[in-house]
């Protein structure tokens, strides 16, 4: 795997790095910049050449994806927060998860909390400012007793506090999605994670069109789709590019790019060979790809980021606020501190009730 890393990294790097425009530096980039805010898709050949672009263009680059950024999202931050609300006990054999049959790390394993322990959840995700609060489960899908947990928690959540809900929940029937939609669940997160080419190589229990097919579903129910994918697990550019692209063509509303943090006891660990320089191009990338969506920074933000966390702010709009599923997040005030030195301010739901004039995203 490790190989496979390093050889399809040299392959990936020789990639054209002129084919964006076919011009150099700052053009180039605010050149991209122009077509996408014109109305262009990103072509193969351009996805690709961010990724390979070379560092000394990287704040060019930044700066002409922060157009991109600012003109769907101004400069506002959307902050989630994540309930971990059954831990370990997965049937499924994703390499990347510490919550895998096949993970030996040493992480929390209860099953589904109760009603009160989510109503804490909520509390927390209220006063952390979260406009959005994530409850997700480690299953291949939920059973009953879970779906019914969920459908009986929502409408409680929503009406002591003023935040959208995303239930993340493993693969969903047609029917389990309808009646999460009609609980009142705003969105659902299940990633692609990356291109279907690679899916085999760190996932053999379900494939990437049964993950596409819980896409679909959510979508026909009326709710809103969350997906995205983790960077650094073996991947050549190429199922990278072909992984936005794919999100694109759902048409996914939030897309979470998590950096893998390779924990120990999974059958990744030790694979990670990222650098926060690559990391921005793929979060560039995400933004040229996606302009109008939400793009999160996710797992492995600290890790993988480090001092460059700031710049990402550039490229996307939306952070975990907390902690992770199974690892630990930086504390809140740094994040805080990290957005008010940007000069950008936390987005906060309309109150209940609200009428709304517009929807400046949708631009
Ligand atoms: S289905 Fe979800 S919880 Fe289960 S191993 Fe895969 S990523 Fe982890």
Redesign the pocket.
Known sequence: MIDRLSTKREAASTATTTSAAGSSGADRWHDLADRVLAGQRLTEDEALAILASPDDELMDLLAATYRVRRRHFGNEVQLYFLMNAKSGL?P???SY?S??KVSEAEIPRYNLLDEQKLMDGARIAAERQAKTYCIVI???GPNEREVATIESIVPKIKSAYNLKVCACL?LLRPDQAQRLAAAGVDRVNHNLNTSEAYYGDI?TTHTWRDRVGTLEAVRDAGMEMCSGGIVGMGERDADVVEMVFALRDLGVHSIPINFLNAIPGTPLAGISRLNPRYCLKVLCLARLANPASEIRIAGGRELHLRSLQPLGMYAANSLFVGDYLTTKGQPAEDDYRMLADMGFTVARNPEPGTVLAGCSSAT
């Open positions: 997965c499924e054999d994703c998860c919550q895998s480690s299953a291949r493993g996932c």
